[in-house]
């Protein structure tokens, strides 16, 4: 089992970078996410994104369990890449955000490396404020 602590951040006007036809926000230094950490991006629209660096790769989710859409998923345990929900226990593969416990899916986002920076592909909402 795997404990991590939680971070927060604000993203309102960040770098970013195309990438295969896709958009990508600048998060921060690797080094801020070292591996056995999760992240939690907070975007403008009150968004939350957890960005998980585990042995098996880097994974971002949204940080909304489907059984009661709390944002809770960042403070989830960790085996391989199965996160489990700390309220109820529904679990989700983070490779694709399948339900391997409890149902739904997760929303999964890309996440890249680039000169020593993590970027996030960026949510794509109605209406977000991206430009
Ligand atoms: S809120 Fe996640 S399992 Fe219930």
Same mark, same amino acid.
């Given at each position: 089992?795997? =404990?991590?602590?939680?971070?927060?951040?604000?993203?309102?006007?960040?770098?970013?970078?195309?990438?295969?036809?896709?958009? +990508? *926000?600048?998060?921060?230094?690797?080094? *801020? *996410?070292?591996? %056995?950490?999760?992240? $939690?991006?907070?975007?403008?629209?009150?968004?939350?994104?957890?960005? +998980? %660096?585990?042995?098996?790769? *880097? +994974?971002?989710?949204?940080?909304?369990?489907?059984?009661? %859409?709390?944002?809770?998923?960042?403070?989830?345990?960790?085996?391989?890449?199965?996160?489990?929900?700390?309220?109820?226990?529904?679990?989700?593969?983070?490779?694709?955000?399948?339900?391997?416990?409890?149902?739904? =899916?997760?929303?999964?986002?890309? $996440?890249?490396? %680039?000169?020593?920076?993590?970027?996030?592909?960026?949510?794509?909402?109605?209406?977000?404020?991206?430009?």
């Amino acid at each position: 089992m795997l =404990r991590r602590a939680v971070q927060w951040l604000i993203l309102e006007e960040c770098p970013q970078l195309e990438h295969n036809g896709k958009r +990508f *926000l600048a998060v921060c230094p690797m080094e *801020l *996410l070292p591996l %056995h950490s999760v992240r $939690v991006v907070c975007l403008p629209a009150a968004q939350q994104i957890a960005v +998980f %660096h585990l042995p098996e790769g *880097l +994974f971002a989710v949204d940080n909304y369990c489907a059984h009661q %859409h709390v944002p809770v998923l960042a403070e989830g345990t960790v085996e391989g890449t199965a996160l489990r929900c700390p309220r109820h226990g529904w679990c989700y593969d983070l490779r694709d955000g399948r339900a391997l416990a409890g149902c739904g =899916r997760l929303r999964v986002y890309e $996440v890249l490396q %680039h000169e020593g920076m993590l970027y996030l592909e960026a949510p794509e909402p109605e209406g977000a404020p991206w430009g």
